[in-house]
């Protein structure tokens, strides 16, 4: 993984997250404040411009400024939760120009990591931490990645959210009313890493 | 003495109650930072701003929303000020109430976020 195949990847998500924002939205709107989709898209917008404008020499620098676009245009729990996990994603990408498999999985350990103490999130607990749990999981499985099974655990990870009960942030309050909606920031978080498996599935052959 | 800042999604409700506890204690200074880009929610950079004021103080934070917690976690991280800032989990309006009276008794910040955090037990209605 170079800059540019970050660049790609991070470009990929912003895509997806325009797409989505209604439908994000409306998961939202179920179980928490109903802001996911619009803060999401406003932030990628964002970090998509500052992406085309600047220049950059490593994969740790593009994710770094895509950490700043998310702490100060996301809001909400996601900008602080997206914030932080670009952000240790991108120092444990150092300053090396190219990331290989196993600079890949420190990565999202890292961003895994950052989720978890930022959210003080335990697995079970219908967060986006869930998801990167299953992924960080998932892609250490193997010697070389293989992004199809990523793919496949991060799926069900996002899926097994709608049958949890919530224990943390605004969906928690609705207790057990909370089970039967799929948590929005798993959702999404599906999304940045299915825009992963694409660039780096493509540069792997 | 122990600064406090309240940190609320809304800008309305942290001045409002920035206003009735400063009439119970006005010799504790209380700020608010609230409200992200002129609506609701809560921004790091408008909470950093309000910590880097009080750079070399003591400081309780009261919140209203878990969001509101965390921003404020970012923020006492991005100014290098984890070791001054304290974030208490207690209730928005009692909780903030008695780590304002504790601040005035000139109580650390560990008592002040004790004081906080006990506060939301308490029954404000009198036994019958």
């Given at each position: 993984m170079n800059q540019q195949d970050a660049v790609n990847w991070i470009l990929s998500f912003q895509k997806k997250i325009e797409s989505s924002k209604e439908y994000l939205t409306d998961?939202?709107?179920?179980?928490?404040?109903?802001?996911?989709?619009?803060?999401?898209?406003?932030?990628?917008?964002?970090?998509?411009?500052?992406?085309?404008?600047?220049?950059?020499?490593?994969?740790?620098?593009?994710?770094?400024?895509?950490?700043?676009?998310?702490?100060?245009?996301?809001?909400?729990?996601?900008?602080?939760?997206?914030?932080?996990?670009?952000?240790?994603?991108?120092?444990?990408?150092?300053?090396?120009e190219t990331l290989e498999d196993e600079d890949v999985k420190a990565m999202l350990r890292a961003a895994a990591d950052a989720v978890q103490a930022r959210g003080r999130a335990e697995r079970g607990e219908k967060t986006m931490y869930d998801v990167w749990e299953a992924v960080v999981r998932a892609a250490e499985e193997k010697e070389d990645i293989d992004w199809q099974h990523v793919r496949m655990k991060t799926a069900e990870a996002a899926d097994a959210t709608k049958e949890m009960q919530a224990k943390k942030g605004r969906a928690a309050y609705l207790g057990a009313r909370s089970i039967g909606h799929l948590d929005p920031g798993s959702v999404s978080t599906r999304m940045l890493i299915e825009s992963l498996a694409e660039v780096l599935e493509s540069g792997d052959s | 003495m122990t600064k406090i800042l309240l940190v609320s999604h809304s800008e309305k409700l942290a001045e409002g109650l920035k206003e009735l506890l400063q009439q119970?204690?006005?010799?504790?200074?209380?700020?608010?930072?609230?409200?992200?880009?002129?609506?609701?929610?809560?921004?790091?950079?408008?909470?950093?701003?309000?910590?880097?004021?009080?750079k070399e103080e003591e400081i309780v934070v009261l919140f209203d929303l878990g969001?509101?917690?965390?921003?404020?976690?970012?923020?006492?991280?991005?100014?290098?000020?984890?070791?001054?800032?304290?974030?208490?989990?207690?209730?928005?309006?009692?909780?903030?109430?008695?780590?304002?009276?504790?601040?005035?008794?000139?109580?650390?910040?560990?008592r002040v976020k004790a004081a906080a955090e006990a506060a939301g037990s308490q029954k404000k209605r009198p036994e019958a």
């Open positions: 998961l939202d709107q179920a179980v928490g404040d109903g802001d996911h989709g619009i803060n999401m898209n406003r932030g990628l917008q964002h970090a998509a411009g500052v992406l085309h404008e600047k220049t950059f020499e490593t994969p740790g620098d593009v994710l770094k400024a895509v950490s700043t676009a998310f702490i100060s245009k996301v809001g909400g729990a996601s900008g602080p939760l997206y914030g932080s996990a670009m952000l240790k994603a991108s120092g444990s990408c150092g300053g090396k | 119970m204690q006005p010799d504790v200074d209380i700020e608010a930072a609230a409200g992200d880009s002129g609506g609701i929610g809560t921004d790091p950079d408008t909470i950093s701003t309000k910590l880097q004021a009080w969001s509101a917690w965390m921003n404020t976690d970012l923020a006492a991280e991005m100014s290098g000020m984890e070791e001054q800032v304290t974030i208490a989990d207690a209730a928005f309006v009692e909780g903030a109430l008695a780590a304002v009276m504790e601040a005035g008794f000139g109580s650390s910040a560990a």
